[in-house]
């Protein structure tokens, strides 16, 4: 489509088309004292240079994570990219965010998505993995609705050291669709407390949804989780954070049937928000039961290897209303830079990436521990800690004074946690960005 104004003439030819004579009679529904009779104040024509300088005046107004040394996480996390990353994306082949409809459409994006199914299956340690959703919290959700179609119950049980927002995510998706939702607490080390579960009738769930690490950074006791296998229906759906599975156990390894997670953390910049990626993996047993579609290997008549859009029980496709969900698009550039991600790192730097995150958090929990502050929960963790520390929010104020986004208050999402704040350490962060960090916190120690 040529964007070109239309012309004098064009545009009367349009009205003789319609039959009347001035373009103001198009508008003639609208009430006249509602109608603006005046030019828009609209500043002066510019040039492009005019315009890109006038563009790049106006970005500089915001402040990004480079701007400061940044401890904010919670689900999104500032890493590196390597250049591949943009380099491939950028190229006009796959410089589209849209996805490919048709099953045989656009073989070298299909490729991709093929070899991403596989990295996912490879990190997560699972059978089967789709060609990726819009988010970790929807994938969340899409879990528990594919648990609740396996096993044909109307419930779910939800871990409350999942992040907040994914939780809200899921009770949209569930209490919409007429199932219940109902929440394990935390205990005093940061973990979900499984023995509110000798109170429930797990009868009644189809699935428990953890999160390891989970908002706080604490790792899951995950030889717990392993014995609720042994009722046979309940089925686990486990969120991880992809980059802590370079040096932390894998869903598949401890039993999970449904494993996702938010792909933010590789190759994708933080964007206010998103786009992100949301990666599903699960047991073969259950393919057809999976929402989004999957992208498979095959040959054609002459013998030559080809990929096609394998399951896509998608509305428009032809289960139309047995579709398994509302899934019918994606990310699809954020999955495919996922997939440049992966390969440029390697299976031995991705395991790299990994221990920089965990020895830097760990150093710089160590750094603030001996300037005398509590670690609010004592367990393991990976990428991110709390501490206790008064006023939080004055202490993220004060930090942005001092060159620092100090990390997120705890109490926006846990009342009983007010005094808290959470931080974030990757690999982006100098062990001299550290160590001021934590003599700036000790400056605070007293609010």
Request: aromatic share 8%; charged share 25%.
């Amino acid at each position: 489509m040529p964007f070109i104004p239309h012309t004098s003439e064009d545009e009367r030819e349009i009205l003789k088309h319609l039959g009347i004579k001035r373009k103001e009679e198009l508008f003639s529904h609208i009430p006249d004292e509602i109608k603006l009779r005046r030019d828009l104040l609209l500043p002066p024509p510019l040039s492009e240079l005019e315009i890109e300088k006038e563009l790049i005046k106006i970005a500089s107004l915001n402040r990004t994570v480079r701007d400061y040394v940044s401890f904010l996480g919670g689900g999104s996390y500032d890493h590196w990219i390597p250049a591949t990353v943009e380099a491939l994306l950028s190229r006009g082949e796959i410089f589209s965010p849209y996805t490919p409809y048709q099953p045989e459409a656009s073989q070298g994006t299909l490729t991709m998505l093929f070899e991403y199914q596989t990295m996912m299956c490879e990190l997560f340690q699972m059978e089967v993995s789709n060609a990726s959703v819009y988010d970790g919290a929807t994938a969340l959700a899409e879990a528990c609705l594919m648990a609740l179609r396996i096993t044909k119950r109307d419930k779910v049980l939800l871990s409350s050291a999942i992040h907040p927002e994914y939780r809200k995510v899921v009770r949209a998706y569930m209490e919409s669709a007429g199932f219940g939702v109902e929440e394990l607490s935390f205990d005093q080390k940061g973990r979900t407390n499984l023995n509110e579960l000798e109170s429930k009738n797990l009868s009644e769930f189809g699935a428990i949804a953890i999160q390891t690490p989970n908002f706080f950074g604490v790792i899951e006791d995950i030889n717990a989780f392993k014995n609720l296998k042994k009722d046979g229906a309940l089925l686990i759906a486990c969120v991880a954070e992809p980059l802590s599975l370079g040096v932390i156990a894998p869903p598949g390894s401890y039993g999970a049937d449904i494993a996702v997670g938010e792909g933010g953390s590789l190759g994708m910049h933080l964007s206010f928000g998103g786009p992100y990626l949301g990666i599903f993996t699960s047991r073969m047993k259950y393919l057809r039961n999976m929402p989004g579609r999957i992208v498979g290997e095959t040959i054609d008549r002459e013998g030559k290897r080809g990929f096609v859009l394998t399951l896509a029980t998608r509305e428009q496709h032809i289960r139309r209303a047995k579709a398994t969900s509302n899934i019918c698009t994606n990310h699809n550039m954020c999955a495919i830079a996922a997939t440049i991600y992966l390969a440029s790192l390697g299976k031995r730097g991705f395991k790299k990436v990994s221990e920089i995150n965990l020895k830097k958090t760990h150093f710089l929990a160590k750094e603030i521990a001996k300037r005398g502050f509590e670690l609010l929960f004592p367990s393991p963790f990976f990428n991110e800690f709390a501490i206790r520390i008064k006023n939080p929010e004055k202490v993220i104020e004060r930090g942005l004074n001092e060159g620092f986004i100090a990390g997120l208050s705890l109490g926006k999402f846990y009342a009983e946690l007010k005094d808290a704040l959470l931080i974030t350490v990757t690999e982006m962060h100098s062990l001299n960005d550290l160590s001021r960090f934590a003599s700036f916190l000790e400056g605070m120690k007293d609010g």
